[in-house]
Each structure stands twice: as C-alpha cells, then as structure tokens.
C-alpha cells in the first residue's frame, strides 16, 4: 500500500495514508438469476500491482469489467480517482481516459499501421495533434520492443507483437491504472513471455495496475498483492508467499493444487 508522509513545515498532520486509487464496494452483478459476482470489497492503491486468480467463471474479468463500466454493476460502488462512476450523470469517457485496458484480443484496426493503430485514439480522445500522436506512438512502441515494426501491418506480426501493440496504444493515453484481463490467454506459449516481459517492466515502473491472470508465475514475482475469486466473492487475499504457499482457505488450496 501507498503511503504518502506528511513534510509540511507548517506541521500540519502526521503521516496521511494516500486514498486509493479505486475503491469497489459492495460489488454485485447479475444477468437476470444468474448472479455473478456476490459483494466484492477491494482497494488498490497507487503503485500497486493487485493479481486476480480464480477458475473460470468465478467472476473475475466481470469484476475489472465493471472497473470501467464496460458492464454495468447491479448494486455497490466503485471509486476511481475519487469518482463514483456508478452515480448517474457521471462522464464516464472522463474517467476511462485515465484507465487503460488490455483484453484477451488485440483489437487492432486491421487496415492500420502498428503506428496508426496507436496514433488514432490520441487524436480523436485527446486531441493531440499528427505530430504529437506519431511521436508519442513511437516511444511508446519503443518502450514494448516494436521500434523496427511500426509501419507493419497487424496481419504483419505476430500474436505477441499485436498484444504489445494494444499495451502501447494504452500507454499511450497516459493511464493512471493499467487493467489487463487474461491479456496473454489467446497467444501461444512461446509469444506469452515477451508480453508478460513488458508487464513486468510496467509493474517495475510503478504502473498501478489490476491484472486477471491464469499465469502464476508472473502472479508470484509482480503482484503486490494476490486475489483468489471463487463463486463471485474473494475468496482469500494476501502477499504472494502468503496465498501461494501458506493458504488459508480449503478452495484456495485445491485451485492451487490443480495447476501447480
């Protein structure tokens, strides 16, 4: 957790602990009588890495889903940045602009360059200018190991190389929050490594993000904090070592089990 200390030379208050960055509360959703998630209750704070685990169907991606309305939650609320974006009226695209969002398919244009695909939401979101957008879809192309492929098409690369494509374009809206949902599932084994490479440097470079992930590895040696979902609730929380090796609930322990 982030704690930010307190230097006023006026002697204002002691040490202040820095409000999270998102504050779900109270979480549900449900598609008619199917209930997917059961009251969640999660904090994450600047600079963390928070991993998410669970089996299929536990309720996880919906969960970041509703992070930034792409499902709209049934009852509770969620924070970002201080607003309830579940409140009626709120400017949601306000708030999307500060959160990036990685999925299990690429998404790119594919009549696009690398660079295009990159460029685009820049100008049409944030206004910035040809110049501006190219430079900064370079750096950030750059920044993921794509700066001999920028003019490549998408049906020019690889799986891996199009996933680090979608991470850049993120990146290049300046996130506060980076949100991945199983972001390497749909990549063959051997291209997996290069993208959760640039997570790890992202997560290095105190990127907060919240990733849905099935790759324990990663969870092991990135997350601050590890989350297991079953059945729509979180089951058990902790630091790596202590959900990995010492678990406390019997569910964590038999998920654990099977993929070890």
Known sequence: ?????????????????????????GLHKAYGDNVVLRGIDLDVHRGEVVVVLGPSGSGKSTMLRCVNLLE??????????????????VEINKVRSTLGMVFQQFNLFPHLSAKRNVMIAQQKVLKRSKEEAERIAEMELAKVGLADRVDFMPSQLSGGQQQRVAIARALAMNPHVMLFDEATSALDPELVRDVLGVMRDLARGGMTMIVVTHEMGFARDVADRVIFMDGGV??????????FDHPKSERTKDFLGHIA
């Open 1 to 25: 957790m982030s704690e930010m200390t307190s230097n006023n030379p006026n002697g204002g208050a002691a040490d202040a602990i820095e409000e999270p960055v998102v504050q779900i509360h």
């Open 72 to 89: 709209t939650p049934t009852n509770g609320s969620i924070v970002v940045e201080g607003v309830d974006i579940t409140k009626k009226g």
């Open 234 to 243: 979180i089951v058990e929380q902790g630091t790596p070592e202590e959900v």
